[in-house]
């Protein structure tokens, strides 16, 4: 990792200019026009104003300009804490393995289970609203199966005029056009 971060402080180094400022000390200069930044840099002390050298270990572009500038190798210049990592005493404890991936025998949901009470997208729920109808106003049923509505559209029969299959407790049913039946031709 610490590699990875010298090798592009090195490339970003590139870009920078280089202005001597004492004996180990640099002023690097990244950018240029409005969004040209000055960092000073200490080789000695192993700074630079830009911090990264200080938070990390590993000198920043900067850092990496001046210490070319020296002929110094920047890769002497990271902190020992990247390096030692070789000496750190084995573990005795056993090592750990990764559980056993079980395949799923169906395949994922197409659609996402709703919470109870939760909506479907785009419609509303009906639960809770009373009907009624628009010809009479009664609540509780609505217009298709409205009693007005079937006593004007019916024609009035006497239980004596119809015929003796069908029952005189309920007048016979006509088709709206809706549903199963064959629909009326007009």
Same mark, same amino acid.
């Given at each position: 990792?610490?590699?990875?971060?010298?090798?592009?402080?090195?490339?970003?180094?590139? =870009?920078?200019? !280089?202005?001597?400022? &004492?004996?180990?000390?640099?002023?690097?200069?990244?950018?240029?026009? /409005?969004?040209?930044?000055?960092?000073?840099?200490? !080789?000695?002390?192993?700074?630079?104003?830009?911090?990264?050298?200080?938070?990390? &270990?590993?000198?920043?572009?900067? /850092?990496?300009?001046?210490?070319?500038?020296?002929?110094?190798?920047?890769?002497?210049?990271?902190?020992?804490?990247?390096?030692?990592? &070789?000496?750190?005493?084995?573990?005795?404890?056993?090592?750990? !393995?990764?559980?056993?991936? =079980?395949?799923?025998?169906?395949?994922?949901?197409?659609?996402?289970? =709703?919470?109870?009470?939760?909506?479907?997208?785009?419609?509303?729920?009906?639960?809770?609203?009373?009907m009624t109808?628009?010809?009479?106003?009664?609540?509780g049923h609505?217009?298709?199966?409205?009693?007005?509505?079937?006593?004007?559209?019916?024609?009035?029969?006497?239980?004596?005029?119809?015929?003796?299959?069908?029952?005189?407790?309920?007048?016979?049913?006509?088709?709206? &056009?809706?549903?199963?039946?064959?629909?009326?031709?007009?």
């Amino acid at each position: 990792m610490a590699m990875k971060v010298l090798e592009e402080n090195t490339e970003r180094s590139m =870009k920078c200019n !280089i202005f001597w400022n &004492g004996e180990f000390g640099f002023n690097v200069k990244e950018g240029s026009g /409005a969004s040209e930044v000055k960092h000073l840099v200490d !080789i000695n002390r192993q700074t630079c104003t830009y911090r990264a050298w200080m938070l990390k &270990g590993i000198p920043c572009a900067h /850092a990496v300009a001046a210490l070319h500038y020296k002929n110094l190798e920047p890769l002497n210049y990271i902190s020992h804490q990247y390096t030692c990592h &070789g000496m750190w005493p084995e573990s005795q404890n056993p090592t750990l !393995i990764p559980p056993h991936v =079980k395949k799923m025998i169906s395949g994922p949901n197409k659609v996402r289970r =709703k919470e109870p009470g939760e909506n479907k997208i785009g419609k509303l729920s009906k639960s809770g609203v009373e009907m009624t109808c628009s010809n009479c106003h009664n609540k509780g049923h609505n217009k298709r199966r409205c009693h007005k509505a079937a006593g004007s559209n019916t024609v009035a029969t006497s239980p004596s005029s119809l015929p003796a299959s069908v029952g005189s407790s309920k007048p016979p049913k006509q088709s709206t &056009g809706r549903g199963r039946g064959t629909p009326k031709r007009f």
